[in-house]
């Protein structure tokens, strides 16, 4: 749903084209679900509905004090939210990294 959301906001701008053309490899990652069958996600959406609006409700709050944090100057906030998520992205990253290890030796 982020995927697909960023993409349309971003393509409703009037520098779209410059926002496409130099978009780095992680923009590419992070957006490559938007360039999958529309059908299959419509489909998803609705057949997901109840954790899809539950999801959505809480990103949309931590994306608001997110927001509010940056709008006042929340300086701590902001240093606390972004060790927190990169504390959990590298916990995946260790947790993938030993799936890949698992698949490699099956």
Known sequence: MMAY???HT???RSQHKDIFRYAAGGFRDFTRIAGSDPV???DIALANRTALLNGLDDFEKH???LRSAIE???GEYLRDLFARAKQARDAFGEM???RQMKKQSD
């Open 72 to 74: 006042s100057g929340n």
């Open 5 to 7: 959301t960023l993409v």
């Open 40 to 42: 299959m996600w419509h």
């Open 10 to 12: 971003l393509a409703q």
């Open 96 to 98: 993938d990294a030993i």
């Open 63 to 65: 994306l608001l004090d």
